[in-house]
């Protein structure tokens, strides 16, 4: 079993809908969570960072942690077609300085039709 | 300000050979991190560097290496090239715990 599962899609949804994307994970002992979205052939851009549990709010994106659950959530409102494409949730342990390793999901393709 | 910058954008090179990929970090940051993201796959921790030592490493062989300068930017080498090792090698740069990725350098070995 992986860490840190993610449901791979496609996902293609209308512009303007509201889309969720979710990622599970297994080691009770992650407490930085983070969301990467990722243009095809572009490096990974951080998009959300929440410590620990609870919500985060940035323009039209959400980001929510279940510790309890080991489950989080990135929620997209008004979404536009130049939100398509893959997003990625990664997730660490304990930061020490120097030693910090992110497990990642698989990531999910989202496709906005205009 | 100038983000994480990585080089060559795309590599070509034959089993056996070896490779040297370069990263320059963000502007303050000072640890640099590389993963591995296969097609279609999230990216894999390689290792991570702070002060020109490496203090994590991922499930990778020997054959992956690194080095860190005093300017804080750092190479990632891999020796005796397999198939398996084609892949888009990013480069992360940090201070804290957010971490800022590159464009990423494509390798490809035929």
């Known amino acids: 079993q992986k860490e840190v599962e993610q449901d791979p899609g496609p996902l293609s949804v209308p512009e303007g809908a509201i889309v969720s994307l979710n990622c599970t994970y297994s080691?009770?002992?992650?407490?930085?969570f983070m969301w990467y979205r990722q243009y095809s052939r572009k490096g990974p851009e951080l998009l959300m960072y929440?410590?620990?549990?609870g919500n985060k709010e940035d323009g039209r994106f959400t980001a929510q942690v279940d510790k309890s659950s080991k489950y989080i959530s990135l929620f997209i409102r008004d979404s536009q077609p130049s939100d398509s494409a893959t997003y990625l949730c990664a997730m660490s342990d304990v930061w020490v300085q120097g030693a910090q390793k992110l497990v990642f999901g698989q990531g999910t393709r989202l496709t906005i039709n205009p | 300000d100038a983000g994480v910058t990585q080089s060559p954008t795309h590599l070509i090179k034959t089993r056996g050979q070896q490779v040297t990929l370069r990263c320059s970090p963000k502007?303050?940051?000072?640890?640099v991190s590389w993963y591995q993201q296969a097609l279609g796959q999230g990216p894999q921790f390689i290792f991570q560097y702070y002060e020109e030592e490496e203090r994590q490493r991922g499930n990778f062989p020997d054959r992956f290496s690194g080095h860190q300068f005093p300017n804080y930017s750092s190479e990632l080498n891999v020796n005796a090239l397999l198939l398996g090792d084609s892949a888009l090698y990013l480069c992360?740069?940090?201070?804290?715990?957010?971490?800022?990725f590159g464009p990423g350098t494509r390798l490809t070995v035929l």
């Open positions: 080691n009770s002992a992650f407490q930085y």
């Open positions: 502007s303050g940051h000072d640890t």
């Open positions: 992360a740069s940090s201070t804290g715990t957010e971490q800022y």
């Open positions: 929440t410590y620990s549990s």
